[in-house]
């Protein structure tokens, strides 16, 4: 058994190259408002440089179809975050603020979304995000016992840069979880 690991809101080819260094399966990048936000451009000269077996995550708000596909096709991407449709292969769950739909930093009710969201989830790949932390992130998939966990502003020294030794606690305490529950 494992664990599928995003590292989410990269703005730079270090901090991408650093996370697939660490042992991610995924980087993310944000399109949408965000202190994180990057261009197609900027992705597409970062995807460029990181290997094909890692997946390179778009996240969009609000956007529509036409414009997401343009952007996957110019920047490289090799899947997408959005709103749910019938197409759906996994479901993120996050927290939101008032202000912003994610990257808050704040965590939800875990023993409560057990009990919901992942108790029930069937064959679909529920994704654990909002307020993870390499502090934290061993409980979560305890508790949750998520397909894949998803983390930004838990492993950044600042709004959208990477710190280094947070992004490698967090694979680390990942995985651990994960040969722990086997």
Same mark, same amino acid.
């Given at each position: 058994?494992?664990?599928?690991? /995003? ?5 730079? @080819? ?10 991610? $399966? ?6 949408? =408002? ?7 451009? *900027? ?12 997946? /390179?995550?778009?996240?969009?708000? $609000?956007?529509?179809? *036409?414009?997401?596909?343009?952007? %996957? ?12 449709? =019938?197409?759906?292969? !996994?479901?993120?769950? $996050? ?9 808050? !930093? ?5 023993? *409560? ?6 108790? $029930?989830?069937?064959?679909?790949? @529920?994704?654990?995000?909002? !307020? @993870?932390?390499?502090?934290?992130? &061993? /409980? ?7 397909? !894949?966990?998803? %983390? ?6 600042? =709004?959208?840069? &990477?710190?280094?030794? /947070?992004?490698? *606690?967090? %694979? &680390? ?10």
């Amino acid at each position: 058994m494992s664990i599928w690991i /995003k590292i989410c809101g990269n703005t730079s @080819l270090a901090d991408a190259r650093m996370a697939v260094d660490a042992g991610a $399966d995924a980087v993310g990048f944000v399109f949408a =408002p965000s202190p994180r936000n990057v261009t197609v451009s *900027e992705v597409a000269a970062i995807s460029a440089h990181l290997p094909s077996t890692v997946e /390179k995550i778009g996240v969009f708000v $609000d956007t529509v179809l *036409e414009d997401i596909y343009s952007t %996957v096709r110019a920047s490289g991407l090799t899947g997408v975050q959005h709103a749910a449709n =019938p197409h759906v292969d !996994g479901v993120l769950v $996050d927290s939101r603020t008032a202000t912003s739909v994610g990257g808050t !930093g704040v965590a939800f009710d875990w023993a *409560e979304a057990r009990k919901t969201i992942f108790g $029930d989830a069937g064959k679909l790949k @529920l994704i654990a995000a909002g !307020g @993870l932390s390499p502090a934290n992130v &061993k /409980k979560a998939i305890a508790t949750l016992r998520p397909w !894949g966990v998803d %983390v930004v502003s838990g492993v950044e020294a600042a =709004p959208g840069r &990477k710190d280094a030794s /947070k992004v490698h *606690e967090f %694979v &680390k305490m990942a995985r651990a979880a994960v040969r722990k529950r086997k």
